[in-house]
């Protein structure tokens, strides 16, 4: 049933370039919303209200009419309301230097933390709102500003007296958030699909692992097309059940909007990295392209890693020196050692995946085992 929807489905997706229709009703005289007395819904005899915004803020331009949804957008945006402007751009800021303007992204207000550079903070905000709200356009100032291109070496004049580097002396290291992390992995080895809209991908997934979900049950089959290398917000989500993936690295489940990830360091996170078919598979199509870059069919051009293929492929890192090659030469001849021995533990140590292989490198591609590491999230209510 699962297969087949989405075999139905997926040409008309395609042929609307990835657009979905949107459901439109007629509009209905609006409910009359009372006062409740003592909370009881059946008394009726509450003062009628309509909507409105609290009294101590600026009030929209409206005037003798009841309000709209279109007036709560335009009060929402409006110049003299500078507060959406900036916790966009206090949210913008953390995800690209690990720490808000403002560290209390979620509740910017009287009662959050008072910003480390308002001017900067104010800044950013208007030029947001008079640029026409250019997300675009934010994150390309913010990626190519030096604050954000400087080097992440603590400067060790300003450590003391900055330990939490908000005064942004150097660049500061974070931890990418569980989506960019699939993300990563599929960039660095080629394999990502960088389309934009369209149908939902179905990454690998451990088989069973909707056991528990009823009426009815369902039944998850992973995409064998380039749909499997989507990035990660096109992911599925089951409703409370998020891919064990992006659960194992703090992604949070969709019942609330979390403004801020917690950031974990798990032992769970390393046994998905090492037993996640996607991170498997992507490793494997790195380490071909490597060998098939060589002085030969044994020869690695390790170098390549570190300095990429110049059009943007690879991933930035320093050159390994002649200890870090030697470890990289060891690590190399090992997997082939291991091939060479008969029986199931060499056969294991071929992990399959729907990447294909260049003709005359070793390995071949097999249909990908559930190999996962079924994951459970700890410590949360």
Not at 1 to 12: L, V
Not at 114 to 132: I, K, Q, S
Not at 331 to 351: E, S
């Amino acid at each position: 049933m699962c297969r087949k929807r989405r075999e139905i489905c997926h040409p008309f997706t395609r042929r609307r370039g990835g657009k979905t229709p949107v459901m439109v009703s007629e509009s209905v005289a609006p409910r009359t919303t009372r006062l409740l007395p003592r909370g009881n819904w059946q008394d009726e005899s509450g003062e009628v209200v309509e909507p409105a915004v609290p009294h101590f803020l600026p009030q929209p331009g409206a005037k003798g009419r009841r309000l709209t949804r279109l007036d709560l957008a335009e009060w929402l945006t409006a110049k003299d309301n500078p507060l959406t402007a900036r916790v966009f751009v206090n949210r913008l800021w953390k995800q690209f230097f690990g720490t808000g303007l403002s560290a209390q992204v979620d509740d910017l207000g009287a009662q959050g933390e008072w910003p480390v550079h308002p001017e900067l903070l104010d800044w950013l905000a208007a030029e947001f709102r008079d640029g026409g709200w250019d997300v675009k356009h934010m994150v390309r100032l913010l990626v190519t500003s030096h604050a954000y291109r400087q080097s992440s070496d603590p400067r060790p004049d300003v450590g003391e007296a900055d330990p939490g580097n908000r005064w942004l002396a150097a660049q500061s290291p974070r931890r990418l958030d569980a989506e960019f992390v699939r993300d990563n992995a599929l960039a660095v080895a080629g394999l990502i699909d960088l389309e934009v809209g369209g149908p939902p991908g179905f990454p690998y997934q451990p088989a069973g692992y909707y056991g528990n979900l009823q009426f009815p049950d369902r039944a998850y089959l992973p995409d064998r097309d380039e749909r499997q290398y989507r990035r990660g917000v096109y992911a599925h989500r089951q409703r409370t059940f998020p891919h064990p993936m992006l659960a194992a690295f703090d992604a949070p489940s969709r019942e609330d909007c979390i403004a801020a990830r917690t950031s974990a360091n798990s032992p769970q996170q390393a046994l998905t990295l090492l037993n996640d078919p996607t991170f498997v598979e992507a490793a494997r199509v790195l380490a071909a392209s490597l060998i098939g870059s060589g002085a030969g069919r044994r020869g690695v051009r390790t170098d390549l890693v570190a300095a990429g293929d110049g059009e943007g492929a690879g991933f930035p890192a320093r050159p390994p020196g002649q200890g870090a090659r030697g470890v990289q030469d060891r690590t190399r001849r090992r997997p082939h050692a291991l091939d060479r021995r008969p029986g199931p533990r060499a056969q294991g140590r071929r992990p399959g995946g729907a990447g294909r292989l260049d003709a005359g490198l070793p390995g071949r591609p097999e249909p990908p085992r559930n190999h996962h590491t079924v994951l459970n999230r700890v410590g949360r209510s």
